[in-house]
């Protein structure tokens, strides 16, 4: 699986980013689609995900102001980041696997498949 991540940008705070993720080669027909971040000096911390079935999940720290969707026809996941903050800043990479569990779902260790990562700098 090949994963093309884009979207990322200077916005400043309060504004929105939409990422998108485009995923070729096997299908992830069971699996899951997510999206990470890493902020310089930290560790790669988890977003959002969606799995196969539709269900979704949010970090603590950007619920209510993200949304992520998959579009089966194209292949994509997204991710529509609103009332961003500078605490938002970092490296956001696209990750999938073809396997999914509820309880794993959030740990990078599970995923497979990465993209190469989009920067999202938020200005204060």
């Known amino acids: 699986v090949q994963l093309q991540a884009s979207g990322g940008g200077l916005v400043q705070a309060g504004g929105s980013l939409r990422l998108s993720c485009a995923a070729s080669g096997r299908t992830l027909s069971r699996g899951a689609m997510g999206w990470f971040r890493q902020a310089p000096g930290k560790e790669r911390e988890f977003v959002a995900a969606?799995?196969?079935?539709?269900?979704?999940y949010y970090a603590d720290s950007v619920k209510g102001r993200v949304t992520i969707s998959r579009d089966d026809a194209k292949n994509t996941v997204n991710l529509q980041m609103n009332s961003l903050k500078p605490e938002d800043t970092a490296v956001y990479y696209c990750?999938?696997?073809?396997?999914?569990?509820?309880?794993?779902?959030?740990?990078?260790?599970?995923?497979?498949?990465w993209g190469q990562g989009t920067l999202v700098t938020v200005s204060s």
């Open positions: 990750a999938a696997d073809q396997t999914f569990h509820p309880r794993t779902v959030m740990f990078r260790t599970v995923y497979h498949y």
């Open positions: 969606v799995a196969w079935n539709g269900a979704v």
